[in-house]
């Protein structure tokens, strides 16, 4: 069974497309990134799977369930964590989490759950008095109340230092491992390459692209990227490299050799170009990161439509 199913999505408001004939499936047990830039109908998505916007047309599925006609069923498995979030001020901690979890009948151990998120030692001060990562654990801590098999998570690292991101990705890997689907939208690509196994990056309400993040890199030949740094550098040195097997693209970037590594192995290219065009003093290699792949599969698209 797929934790969602999204079939045939679409949402309309008014003139505005959010989602476009949508199709999307998160297996069972995934951690799974749902990126787009500003717009592209993450939320609208996001809000669909909880049955707080009614489709215009097509059907989600979670966990087995019709998000239109059983959303109580899928709310009651399912963890939230929404886009700003607010605590309350004057309650510690603890009596939050002994709100959520009475609410949701639960009778699991309110120490326990402190102790996953790593606020135990706040637990009985004042929510008002806590910093920002603090906060976003305790809202954390609150979505995984009750034990949900499926985890949605709407930007999670919003305001975190890196320390506070890393460890919120820390927790979202334990979470998984006990058994929990993990589906989250995100602006931070360091986030989303870090921990998840895929991701979908919508555009425009429409899917661009599904795939593992090593899937993306190779569908897109910007897998690997050399800089090298040779003795001789002008126009003929990067003509006579771009001629080279293996090389998808070569230019001049910072006072040295930029090279897109096309389907081969880079020390061969490195190799040719040492024997065959000029030596090398240096070199470095950078995988593109997803960054770069989220702006390819985001930017075409946009200059279409401008
Ligand atoms: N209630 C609404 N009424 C009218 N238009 C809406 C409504 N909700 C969303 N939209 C529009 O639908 C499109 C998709 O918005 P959505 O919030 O789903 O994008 P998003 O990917 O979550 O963006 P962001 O990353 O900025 O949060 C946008 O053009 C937005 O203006």
Redesign the pocket.
């Known amino acids: 069974m797929a934790a969602i199913d999204i079939d045939g999505l679409t949402k309309q408001?008014?003139d505005?497309v959010?989602v476009n004939d949508l199709d999307l499936r998160v297996e069972e047990g995934e951690i799974f990134g749902f990126l787009?830039?500003?717009?592209?109908?993450?939320?609208?998505?996001i809000d669909i799977l909880l049955d707080f916007v009614r489709p215009t047309a097509g059907t989600v599925t979670v966990l087995g369930h019709d998000a239109q006609r059983e959303g109580e069923a899928v709310r009651r498995k399912t963890g939230v964590l929404p886009d700003a979030y607010h605590v309350y001020e004057r309650l510690t901690g603890r009596q939050h989490l002994e709100f959520v979890l009475e609410m949701k009948g639960s009778s699991e151990d309110v120490n326990e759950l402190l102790e996953r998120v790593r606020i135990a030692d706040a637990a009985d001060r004042k929510a008002g008095g806590y910093s920002k990562g603090m906060r976003q654990r305790l809202v954390l801590a609150m979505a995984l109340a009750g034990d949900p098999d499926l985890l949605v998570l709407d930007e999670p690292s919003t305001g975190l230092d890196p320390n506070g991101a890393r460890e919120m990705r820390e927790i979202i890997q334990e979470e998984n491992e006990r058994g929990t689907t993990v589906f989250f939208?995100s602006?931070v690509m360091e986030q989303v390459e870090a921990v998840c196994d895929r991701v979908a990056i919508i555009n425009r309400?429409q899917l661009v692209a599904v795939d593992t993040i090593d899937g993306l890199r190779d569908a897109t030949e910007t897998g690997e990227v050399l800089y090298i740094y040779v003795s001789k550098l002008n126009e003929a040195t990067i003509e006579r490299v771009t001629e080279l097997d293996g090389v998808g693209s070569a230019s001049i970037d910072d006072g040295r050799i930029r090279v897109v590594v096309d389907d081969a192995s880079k020390f061969a290219v490195l190799q040719a170009i040492d024997a065959h065009v000029t030596s090398i003093q240096d070199f470095s290699v950078v995988e593109s990161s997803l960054e770069d792949l989220f702006v390819r599969y985001t930017e075409d698209e946009q200059e279409v439509r401008a």
């Open positions: 408001f008014g505005v959010a787009g830039p500003n717009g592209a109908g993450k939320s609208t998505t939208s602006h309400g």
